[in-house]
């Protein structure tokens, strides 16, 4: 494994901020950011370190080539000269999985997936002295992405994507991605000294986020990754990060996290799933946990105090973060259902007196069914759907 590499993190667009953030705190330098990837320097160590701890980004490449291309014969040649035999293991199959080109001379994304997956399979076919790859489940895959003629072909290192963290194995009627209930919590400016609820938990995704970011405990610690597949596999490398990400888990820091929804089977999975999130680690980290509390409860009903803001014997209920994804009408209902409820959702300042309150909607009306502006207005994808974060930082 090369001492130094580019990789990318591939992100919700609107999320590039806490992706960048995250990399940086992982000790790793930023190369440029933009349109849902962010890319960056790293070695072996930051590679796991990226798979296994970072919240908000969706996939972590590998760059294995950046080279101009302005005709086929150069993206043939550019794909071909890259060392894939020292990447991908004899044996595997081989896929170009997605191509993005913009501003370019080659545009067509078809015969831009066929060139690059002929280029790169006449090398390895050579190398292993094979006539053709092998038609396997198993395949490594690669992305291609052409910017102003610039081709930078990556190689996939998580397999199935970042937010299938493994604690929810069902979703609920309309589950927000893990990925970007991350997001959500990392660019509000959440810390951990400040209550959290949400009054629309679903399957409890923002307060099992929440919980894990709290308590420093990495998102990828109980799943595998496609790295382990590729040559780039370093066992020992990995169970170094692993174990260092192991001894920051801290269940003793004080947790006021809560979720409350008027339908009980979602409150009872939201209870299963962070009870998933604890069990995976149980005794590995300092102390027990104060788990989030869920509670069946309509969001008119919920209150500062009845969602439990005084745990722990603290008294102060007049600084907390309500964050939420309530139902809207492209995926729960209508849109007119989802209009009432954004209206009711105005009550929320006299349940929840000094707050702030972070939404996510597909809804670009939002502010005037709430009834007040937003203090800023972020667009966020939520898988493929176009959403805003509205942000109010006191209500």
């Not at 160590?45 to 005709?71: P, S």
């Not at 831009?112 to 198993?138: F, M, N, S, Y």
């Amino acid at each position: 494994m090369p001492d130094v590499m580019t990789a990318a993190a591939l992100c919700a667009v609107g999320a590039e901020k806490a992706v960048s953030n995250e990399i940086r705190k992982l000790g790793l330098e930023i190369c440029e950011s933009g349109f849902g990837r962010v890319r960056f320097k790293t070695d072996g160590q930051g590679l796991y370190k990226t798979l296994i701890g970072l919240r908000a980004a969706d996939r972590v490449l590998l760059e294995t080539a950046w080279f101009k291309a302005e005709d086929f014969d150069a993206l043939f040649d550019g794909t071909k000269s890259v060392p894939w035999e020292t990447f991908i293991p004899k044996g595997s199959g081989l896929a170009v999985a997605k191509v993005r080109t913009n501003r370019s001379t080659l545009m067509a994304e078809t015969s831009i997936q066929a060139i690059v997956h002929k280029a790169a399979a006449e090398r390895l076919c050579k190398k292993w002295g094979v006539l053709r790859l092998p038609d396997t489940e198993e395949k490594a895959e690669l992305r291609v992405y052409i910017e102003k003629n610039n081709v930078s072909l990556l190689l996939d290192l998580s397999g199935e994507p970042l937010f299938k963290r493994g604690y929810r194995t069902e979703g609920g009627i309309a589950p927000l991605r893990e990925t970007t209930a991350a997001a959500l919590i990392l660019l509000s400016g959440w810390k951990r000294k400040f209550p959290l609820h949400d009054p629309f938990c679903g399957s409890g995704t923002i307060a099992a986020e929440a919980a894990m970011y709290a308590w420093d405990m990495a998102p990828g610690l109980n799943r595998g990754f496609a790295i382990d597949r590729l040559l780039l596999s370093d066992k020992k490398t990995e169970k170094y990060v692993r174990d260092e990400f192991l001894e920051h888990i801290d269940f003793t820091r004080l947790v006021r996290i809560s979720g409350s929804d008027s339908d009980a089977k979602s409150v009872r999975l939201s209870k299963t799933n962070i009870e998933k999130i604890y069990a995976a680690v149980r005794g590995r980290g300092k102390g027990e946990p104060t788990l989030p509390h869920f509670e069946v409860m309509p969001m008119k009903d919920a209150t500062a105090l009845a969602c439990g803001a005084t745990a722990a014997g603290s008294a102060n209920t007049d600084e907390g973060y309500i964050i939420t994804n309530p139902p809207y009408g492209r995926r729960l209902g209508s849109q007119e259902d989802s209009e009432e409820i954004y209206k009711d959702m105005g009550g929320l300042a006299q349940m929840f007196p000094g707050w702030r309150l972070v939404v996510i909607t597909d809804h670009s009306g939002f502010e005037s069914f709430f009834g007040k502006k937003a203090d800023s207005c972020r667009e966020i994808t939520n898988g493929a759907i176009q959403s805003y974060m509205y942000q109010y930082e006191r209500l």
